[in-house]
């Protein structure tokens, strides 16, 4: 039996209920592995947590991986398995301060957290929309405060994940027709969302693990989506104070909007498009200055993706 | 009836301050995830108190361990620049460049290093934010004894240890325990700091965190009561300490 | 036989940022077995030095300091000392400030005979029925007593005081010397007592010597027979009252001022 | 020579530090993703020189003036409590509560009420973290005034504003610096504490931020280490305002 | 005409937690203008209440207080104080110590003249040269002086003086007994001296009232005609010396002891 550390993106949120379900659907047991979650701060927390041997697998955001293999060239990590296909980086506004299309922004004001992975895209997503940024009034704001501002009006639109970004505002009473989302990856920008990651360290003594992990996760995701309510429920025993409407909400949406998207309907869950994957990064490096020419093939490996079948949604 | 007397003024404060934001949060209309309410409050603690209680234990017992490592360590460290000038030259601005370090941004780092020893880190950073006061108290009590109390055994042939013992430790003893009703809270601090700032679900930080990401303002609102009662707790519980041991150094009473 | 104090040609300098200060200029002193030594002096003039330097706190740059026979090169625990200020241990009751010489110099006498004498000297001077108490909770003159029962309490061969008299009021102060004859009469002790009060020196003193200026020399000895215990009264007899005179005299020179009224 | 003689064991004691950490990365083999070594430091301060001084300045102006604040707040709170012993019982355990509360939980919160008003919200925190030293020592010094002093001048039909102008206020100098330099260091946290929990892309905290988002982890210490260079900056300069305005109570020079 | 200085029958007692405290029990005294009255008695008696209810700090249970024939119902600026410890503000430079009582009393004066009033007292104190020094770069006794001239830099009516030489050694209090005599001749001052020391009540005062224990009631009175400024030598004066043997006698019964030898 191999004890597997995995380091998640984020905290006990609805998105996380398919890790649960693997472990107490026995999943992972039965690919004897025994798997223990960690909570995280963030979409490139896992990262250097994994690259340092602590954690063996973990999950982090595409882009974020290859910034640090670029900074720190050799660091044994790598994307094994795609799960965010369709990233959910949104713009998002409401139709009752004038924003219904996303050229409307242009003379408003956009309220952006600086570290937000939905801002760090907007160069992009400007650039294929045809935003002129000098008409946008960027206000720098932190993550609690982001959905209150765009409630009470002082910011026409936010950037964020749509579905937390979304979930919040209903929570603080905006009617849910008049909020508009503009998800990035509709409009042109071509990034990769999170991914699990593993240190390829780890990877190399024990490939059957990651490929089992990979195969029990996947059980869990489709756990996940026939019986999102029982999955939340299975994580919300480990965090008591949750609201398990709240977070089966946020997983469906989660679930239809990024993970099973067309291209996964169709190709299975786990791999990249490779044409897809080469245009990233070429995207990335408008909004990253590369130290050292792009490796791509460091940044994702399909090594271990198990071929028995096992990743295909019906 | 004493204790009435004295427990008295602080309760009616308490009472006052909380009319006050009841009728402010009233007034101004605002909603409960902008401020609740103190009568918002009242549900969440019943509806997880079970939790409150658990959490509360687990903030409480790392706070201590870790304020239990910084007391001796910082004791140490206290020792070594109170009896030799020149470590003291040498340590302090060290220190208060540490000091000065926002423990938000060590905690990742800590968090990083020793990967999942939660018990570990989250007593790690406790100590790391609660040393330095008890350190330099005691360095200072122990740099500023008067010669004379020294002499009194030396010119008996004392040894330095003996000295220690007999004079200078107790001597110390009302700086070390006013730097460690500040230290206490402190350490509190720094258990927080870990809990919220790199959430391993146990203790008050993560139900507060729990109440932020299901939006359930009310809950945060009663975890930093929560907090705060407890905060309260732990200090007066130094300052009964302080009447045990180092009674004598109060002038009120005589 | 040598007298139990000896202090021979001993010269010390302290040395500051202004350069070395010389204190003491081949100072030489001694005290037969049980006399009473008082020394007076100017202000600054090296008598807290000299009592170090007899304690074995501090060692003379020459000159020889010897006790009991004995050279004395570090502290040793025959010797007693009180100060001006009382420097009681403030978290010890007064009986545990009296017992702390005991656990140094005897730490194998049990602790029941510790007691017992430490009660038994406080009782000497008057303080039965506070042995419990905090030092903070005694006035100025009880603690200095109780400072005393210290000094004495593990029978020092010598008992060197440094004004410990010095911020008592005149009439604690004159209690407190009647209490040294009695004591002395009790248990026997050889004494080296700084003072800045003529009268205590000439009220409890076999020898008065007087230093010169900093750096301090001995300037005049006078020698005072009455017989110990002495009646207060004897500091208004006529004689007292020369010895005074003479004293103040001294003391004027040896501060640098012509003799006489100004 | 004599500043030498003065700087000489601070300036070797960190060096060391420096030299030992080194040795500590080299020898483990960490890479700087997990620890980076003062070595690494260099180009990063170098690369970024002009928003180290930039971001250095902006949190340099928000400390200084929440301490300003908190000087004044908690002036005027020691004097309530410090004249009154039924405002000083009644207030201390519920500022000891307020204390207790991590202020890395009120950042939310206080971004929440003042929506998009950074400068004031950075202010807010640096204040709210760093009066409570500030209120208690100058109550402190305020109640233990010997009466001796004031009835010097109440002798002589003195009002009672003289005589706090005259006599409490400077009395209390020397206690009220002990807290000033504690509650600078506190209010340096808590500015980077906004500047990192809610983040506005302002000063030093952003600059860890903005480190921490790119992987630039050389970036991130050398960031740490500013802060603790500009926190003993902090605090050497209220020393140096103590030997200024209560250079008389320093001792040990006479 | 009234004397400067009346208290006629006054009566106090503190409230304490214990019930009140009765500590000054129909005492009348009257210092005529120009003299200068000492006040002895044992410890506790309430000596220094009889201070504070002169200045007007406090008010009394019953009976008068007069001051220049008006009725003292709160502090007046005519008045002077002197303590045991010369509480000097450490913050302020000698100088500016002295110059105190003048910010308060004569706050239109200009600057120049209150400095040059205080440097000449400071003068006469033999404290010139210190004027820019802090409290603490000054000896005790030097401390003292210069509280002395606080005390008196506004020319108050009356000096009041709560053991003001209690603390210092004995050459610097006698030191201090002659500057008193020479103040007096320069600038003649009505004043109460409160002390612990019997020779400095016979070597100041015109006359000397020895309060009996608690509650305070006037016991003795002893006028002293000797014509002010006296030399040092009248101490030891047969005079002085009977005069002495008297208050002691006085100051035992007030204590409760049996009078004579014990
Ligand atoms: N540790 C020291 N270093 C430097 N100088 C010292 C030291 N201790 C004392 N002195 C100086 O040596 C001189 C003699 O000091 P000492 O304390 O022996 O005098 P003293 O006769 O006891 O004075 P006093 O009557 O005031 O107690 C003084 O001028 C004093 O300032
Ligand atoms: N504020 C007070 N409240 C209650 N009792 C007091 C107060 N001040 C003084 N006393 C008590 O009143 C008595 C007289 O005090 P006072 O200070 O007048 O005595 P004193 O004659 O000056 O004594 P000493 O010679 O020791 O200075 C003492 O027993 C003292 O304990
Ligand atoms: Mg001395
Ligand atoms: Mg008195």
């Known amino acids: 039996e191999t004890a597997i550390n995995f380091a998640l993106d984020w905290k006990f949120e609805g998105p996380a209920a398919p890790y649960f379900a693997a472990i107490d659907n026995g999943h992972f047991a039965a690919e004897g592995l025994k798997v223990e979650i960690q909570a995280g701060q963030g979409s490139l927390d896992a990262i250097p947590k994994v690259a340092t041997g602590a954690f063996p697998m973990g999950f982090a955001d595409m882009n974020s991986i290859a910034k640090f293999l670029d900074q720190n060239p050799g660091a044994p990590v790598t994307a094994v398995m795609m799960v965010y296909d369709k990233p959910p980086a949104a713009m998002v506004g409401r139709k009752s301060l004038g924003i219904s299309e996303i050229k409307d922004i242009e003379g408003k004001v956009l309220g952006a957290p600086p570290p937000d992975g939905a801002w760090s895209q907007f160069p992009v997503f400007a650039k294929e929309t045809g935003l002129d940024m000098s008409k946008v009034t960027v206000e720098p704001l932190g993550f609690p405060t982001r959905e209150p501002m765009l409630a009470e009006g002082k910011v026409a639109a936010v950037t964020g994940f749509s579905f937390s970004v979304v979930l919040n505002l209903t929570r603080l009473g905006v009617a849910e027709d008049d909020i508009s989302v503009f998800t990035m990856a509709d409009h042109g920008v071509d990034y990769y969302g999170n991914a699990v990651i593993v240190n390829t360290d780890f990877a190399k003594a024990n490939p059957e693990a990651v490929t089992g992990f990979i195969r029990a996760l996947a059980k869990g995701w489709k756990d996940a989506a026939t019986e999102p309510e029982k999955a939340v429920g299975q994580m919300i025993s480990r965090t008591p104070a949750s609201d398990v409407a709240l977070e089966t909400r946020r997983l469906q949406m989660a679930l239809e909007g990024t993970v099973l998207t067309d291209w996964v309907k169709a190709n299975g869950m786990g791999n990249v498009d490779p044409a897809r994957y080469a245009r990233s990064i070429e995207q990335l490096k408008e909004i990253y200055e590369f130290k050292n020419a792009p490796t791509p093939d460091l940044y994702f490996t399909d090594a271990y993706l198990p071929t028995d079948g096992s990743l295909t949604f019906e | 009836m004493e204790f009435l007397r004295k427990a008295a003024p602080p309760l009616i404060a308490i009472a006052l301050i909380l009319a006050f934001w009841e009728w402010l949060v ?85 968090a990083l290093i020793f990967i999942g020893q939660h018990d570990f880190n989250t007593i790690l950073i406790a100590f790391m934010i609660s040393f330095f006061p008890i350190a330099v108290s005691v360095s ?115 | 036989m040598a007298d139990l104090v000896e202090i021979k040609g001993v010269t010390h300098a302290y040395r500051t940022k202004a350069g070395p200060l010389p204190v003491l200029n081949d100072l030489t002193i001694s005290i037969p077995e049980g006399e009473f030594c008082a020394v007076v002096g100017p202000s600054g003039c090296g008598k807290s030095t000299l009592t170090r330097l007899i304690a074995g706190l501090m060692k003379p740059d020459s000159g020889e300091v010897w006790l009991h026979g004995e050279r004395v090169k570090s502290p040793r625990k025959t010797v ?76 020092p061969e010598v008992l060197i005081m440094d004004e410990p008299f010095g911020a008592l009021d005149a009439f604690t102060r004159e209690d407190l010397w009647q209490l040294m004859h009695r004591l002395r009469a009790e248990e026997p002790f050889t004494a080296l007592l700084i003072t800045h009060d003529l009268r205590e020196s000439v009220y409890l003193a076999d020898e008065v010597i007087v230093l010169s200026d900093r750096p301090a020399r001995v300037q005049y000895r006078m020698r005072i027979d009455t017989p110990s215990p002495r009646p207060i009264e004897m500091l208004y007899e006529p004689d007292s009252v020369a010895r005074l005179a003479i004293l103040r005299e001294q003391i004027e020179i040896a501060q640098g001022r012509s003799g006489g009224a100004h």
């Open chain 2, 140 to 254: 200072i009590g122990l740099s500023t004894l008067e010669p004379e109390y020294r002499d009194i055994l030396r010119a008996l042939g004392a040894s330095r240890l003996t000295i220690f013992w007999k004079i200078a430790l107790p001597k110390t003893l009302p700086e070390f325990f006013g730097a460690l009703k500040v230290a206490v809270t402190l350490a509190f601090i720094g258990t927080n700091l870990m809990e919220i700032v790199e959430p391993h679900g146990r203790g008050l930080g993560a139900l507060f965190d729990s109440g932020k990401i299901n939006a359930d303002y009310p809950l945060m609102f009663a975890v930093l009561f929560a907090l705060a009662f407890l905060g309260i707790v732990l200090f007066y519980f130094v300052v009964l300490l302080e009447r045990i041991f180092a009674g004598w150094a109060d002038r009120s009473a005589s």
């Open chain 2, 26 to 110: 009233w007034f101004k209309g605002w909603p409960t995830y902008k401020m609740a309410a103190p009568s918002d409050l009242w549900p969440a603690f019943w509806k997880y108190r079970t939790l409150f209680v658990k959490m509360g234990w687990e903030t409480l017992w790392r706070t201590v361990v870790g304020l239990g490592v910084a007391v001796v360590f910082g004791t140490l460290l206290g020792m070594i620049m109170g009896f030799s000038r020149l470590m003291r030259d040498a340590l302090y601005p060290v220190l208060v460049g540490f000091n000065a370090i926002p423990k938000a941004t060590v905690v990742p780092v800590i």
């Open chain 3, 80 to 155: 007693g000392m009180a100060f001006q200020n009382p420097v009681m241990l403030e978290w010890r009751t007064i009986l545990e400030n009296v017992m702390l010489p005991l656990e140094i110099v005897a730490p194998s006498m049990p602790r029941a005979r510790r007691e017992e004498r430490a009660r038994q000297l406080l009782a000497l001077v008057g303080l039965s029925g506070f042995e419990g108490k905090r030092p903070s909770q005694l006035s100025g003159g009880m603690r200095q007593r109780a400072s005393l029962c210290r000094a004495i309490v593990h029978k």
